[in-house]
């Protein structure tokens, strides 16, 4: 007969499929990218990725990691603990979207973003760390079929977007910015109600719990960006 792999083995398989997969977005997109955008149109799409990047740790201060940290944590009632972990996300947002409107005159100078553009980074941070949290919880509660579906959804759509728009619309790097953040935005969504089917967020916001997340993703920030 057919030998069966442990479902140990066939989650593993799911889990490192996904992601390659979605490492692969980069790679699989650059044909796509090098035809339809000139070189000043992928810098700007880069100058966009290096703010998201250095946005990302800011917005929820490395909450994911977090909540894996205290999944185990008896002592935590992980539902209060997660909704905890999106209330950071929340004040963090919107702490970073002040300082790029504060800051809006230099980026529009240096990053070459249209104005309509200049909060992207911060809202992006945001639905894709409600992603992350969403993935996280289905690993911990090992669900290798709905992180699957979830982590290479995003990914097909974003491709999928970015030739509608870059290629057949002519958006040139509007358009694969535009794809970056409706994938994140709807994938985001589809997270939060992903999350609050499989936790009860209906709790308090708890003091000790955010100083937990702050304290714990805090000191990460240096690492992440470095």
Do not use: W
Request: glycine letters at 4%.
């Amino acid at each position: 007969g057919s030998i069966k792999l442990p479902a140990c083995v066939r989650s593993a398989a799911v889990y490192t499929s996904a992601y390659l997969l979605n490492a692969l977005v980069p790679i699989l997109i650059l044909p796509v990218l090098t035809n339809y955008v000139t070189h000043s149109e992928y810098g700007v799409i880069s100058m966009f990725q290096v703010l998201v990047m250095i946005t990302l740790p800011f917005v929820g201060f490395n909450s994911t990691a977090a909540i894996e940290r205290q999944y185990f944590n008896k002592s935590f009632e992980f539902s209060r603990y997660v909704l905890n972990v999106l209330f950071v996300l929340v004040l963090s947002m919107v702490l970073m979207i002040a300082v790029y409107l504060a800051g809006r005159e230099t980026l529009q100078k240096y990053a070459s973003l249209n104005s309509y553009m200049l909060l992207f980074p911060p809202v992006y941070c945001f639905f894709h760390n409600i992603m992350e949290a969403a993935l996280v919880i289905y690993r911990l509660k090992n669900k290798p079929i709905s992180y699957g579906l979830l982590r290479i959804g995003r990914t097909v759509f974003e491709i999928a977007l970015s030739i509608v728009l870059v290629v057949q619309l002519k958006f040139a790097s509007d358009g694969r910015i535009m794809a970056i953040m409706a994938a994140a935005i709807l994938f985001g969504l589809f997270s939060l109600f992903f999350i609050k089917k499989e936790e009860d967020l209906f709790k308090k916001i708890s003091k000790e719990y955010i100083v937990d997340i702050l304290k714990f993703g805090g000191p990460l920030i240096p690492h992440v960006i470095g």
